[in-house]
Nanobody, 129 residues
Framework: VQLQASGGGLVQPGGSLRLSCATS????????IGWFRQAPGKEREGVSC????????VYADSVKGRFTISRDYAKRTVYLQMNSLKPEDTAVYYC???????????????????????WGKGTLVTVSS
């Protein structure tokens, strides 16, 4: 099982970035994917997730209306389109999955991110002028 996040970088406030999470070793048809972020000195937090079963999406209140999660089965990749970026969005972004605990349960706040076993290497997003 492998996940690899990419697409981070430096962007000005109000700008956009699209993150990618390339996956292998499991099927996006069967397992949900979540995006998480961790800012310096802060706890890791759930950003968004997409459910494997019905494509239902969940977003943290702080990113609703600005971020959009999507997936491409053929490319085995999940995307996070981030618009109207703010300095407070600065963080290392990770994608994750698990075979027992759905990342959507974590993003919804019903479980800790400690429950997720598979994490990609993070990608740094810096929002600054």
């Amino acid at each position: 099982v492998q996940l690899q996040a990419s697409g981070g970088g430096l962007v000005q406030p109000g700008g956009s970035l699209r993150l990618s999470c390339a996956t292998s070793g499991f099927s996006l048809y069967h397992f949900s994917i979540g995006w998480f972020r961790q800012a310096p000195g802060k706890e890791r937090e759930g950003v968004s997730c997409i459910s494997s079963s019905d494509g239902r999406t969940v977003y943290a209140d702080s990113v609703k209306g600005r971020f959009t999660i999507s997936r491409d089965y053929a490319k085995r990749t999940v995307y996070l389109q981030m618009n109207s970026l703010k300095p407070e969005d600065t963080a290392v972004y990770y994608c994750a999955t698990d075979f027992e605990t759905s990342p959507c349960t974590v993003v919804s706040g019903a479980a800790s991110y400690y429950r997720l076993d598979y994490w990609g290497k993070g990608t740094l997003v810096t929002v600054s002028s």
